[in-house]
């Protein structure tokens, strides 16, 4: 605190606002000192941000900030590109369920949650065996084992991320294509958010939760691990959530809007298994593992309020020149020493592979290419796809290098870049 004093702060921003809360799902005690902002700079403004807080937490981290006169912004909680569907399955099932949903999501990258360390190193291990490639990710893992793990995922070296709920926090990967639970979350609000990790571009993708009857067991052995008794009683609360959740014959978004006191206008989204049914491939993959079809041959059908996709999206691009410009953008970041996403966002690969320019004039029309984009990286990109069209293929690099979070921070800083905020933003 001696050292922030002397620090020329203009203002606080703090993200995972709900961990301030005792009524979050991720709560941490250590997030309640942040009060004593208020003491020492009594001035400054707070920022608080969230993507999963109801209006109890909500009004607990006005509460605990002590912010005055707070403005606050709550987005919808309803995600029309996500496909809901929650599965109770036998322990026999749920591994070949889980490779079938593996392989039916045709491009794009997965996250698999596991509920314990045994557990992801055991998926990991079923999946490289059925000629998935996969990594792990828990807390039990030394900080660079699990710093080179996230970056070999997030620069499309490995496609397969298990994980338990260490991974995750912090995490913006647009072409995340499907989400799959191996166990039940601790609370519906967990889930929202780990699940609501898929699809962050806007196209369609899937949330599996692959449940089994033993989860509530495990679920309370750890409940019963907690000493303080009142976050025990709100930890029983969070599981008997989740339980109605799962067990719900409710409209899937419908019930989560409803579970973050957002009033939705409509009874059905038509896409989620309690409204569309389950997809025809589940219950076939109890019986047999099939041969690899694509998960999505005619994306999602859309509520009537939902925006058409524009014709440049719904083009669907190459995927051979696809995985060749993400194998240049691997190698462009690795020369640079930045991040992937930095030379090229996923999104704007997809445009630029729908595209496919022939000049820098073409290019510069390509969504996500400005002047500064087409000037630094304009030639480069013209040439392999030149390279492309002469036959030129991927070829798969297993020992590319992701940058440095230091170097990603300071690149992103440099530009001045901003994501856009999904979710509560609560401010004074």
């Not at 939705?264 to 298994?273: A, G, M, N, S």
Request: include cysteine; charge should be positive; hydrophobic fraction near 35%.
């Amino acid at each position: 605190m001696e050292w922030l004093r002397r620090v020329p702060v203009s203002f606080f921003a703090i993200d995972e606002a709900h961990c301030i809360s005792e009524w979050g799902h991720d709560f941490r005690p250590e997030y309640r000192q942040l009060n004593r902002l208020r003491e020492l700079f009594p001035r400054h403004p707070i920022a608080a941000f969230t993507a999963s807080a109801t209006r109890r937490v909500r009004q607990d981290i006005v509460e605990q900030l002590r912010l005055r006169d707070a403005f606050k912004h709550v987005a919808s909680f309803y995600r029309p590109n996500l496909r809901y569907v929650v599965r109770p399955c036998h322990a026999s099932k749920q591994m070949p369920m889980l490779l079938e949903a593996v392989r039916r999501t045709g491009d794009g990258n997965i996250i698999v949650y596991a509920p314990t360390i045994a557990r992801v190193g055991e998926t990991v291990d079923f999946l490289k065996e059925h000629g998935i490639r996969a990594i792990g990710y828990h807390g039990q893992m030394d900080a660079q084992a699990r710093r080179e793990n996230q970056e070999k995922w997030m620069a499309d070296e490995v496609r397969v991320m298990v994980g338990t709920v260490a991974f995750g926090l912090g995490i913006h990967k647009s072409s995340v294509r499907a989400v799959i639970h191996l166990a039940l979350p601790k609370s519906v609000e967990q889930y929202y958010q780990e699940a609501g990790r898929a699809g962050r571009d806007g196209t369609p993708a899937y949330c599996f939760l692959f449940w089994q009857k033993k989860d509530g067991g495990l679920n309370s052995y750890f409940i019963r691990q907690i000493a303080d008794a009142a976050e025990r009683v709100r930890a029983w609360q969070r599981y008997h959530e989740i339980e109605r959740f799962v067990n719900s014959k409710e409209c899937r978004q419908r019930y989560l809007c409803q579970h973050f006191e957002e009033s939705p206008k409509w009874e059905k989204c038509d896409q989620c298994d309690v409204c569309a049914g389950l997809p025809d491939w589940m219950d076939a993959a109890t019986q047999t593992l099939k041969r690899k079809r694509p998960l999505f041959p005619a994306g999602f059908s859309k509520r009537p309020e939902t925006a058409s996709r524009n014709a440049a999206s719904a083009k669907e691009p190459n995927l051979e020149l696809k995985a060749y410009m993400r194998e240049w953008r691997r190698n462009i970041s690795r020369q640079k020493g930045i991040a992937a996403f930095i030379v090229m966002h996923d999104t704007t690969l997809e445009h630029l592979c729908c595209a496919m320019p022939l000049s820098l004039s073409e290019l510069r029309r390509v969504p996500g290419f400005g002047e500064k984009k087409t000037e630094m990286y304009g030639d480069e990109i013209l040439s392999a796809l030149g390279r492309f069209r002469n036959g030129e293929r991927a070829q798969m690099d297993s020992t590319a290098r992701g940058s440095s979070a230091a170097e990603e921070t300071l690149r992103l800083l440099e530009d001045t870049r901003s994501n856009k905020l999904r979710g509560s933003v609560i401010a004074n």
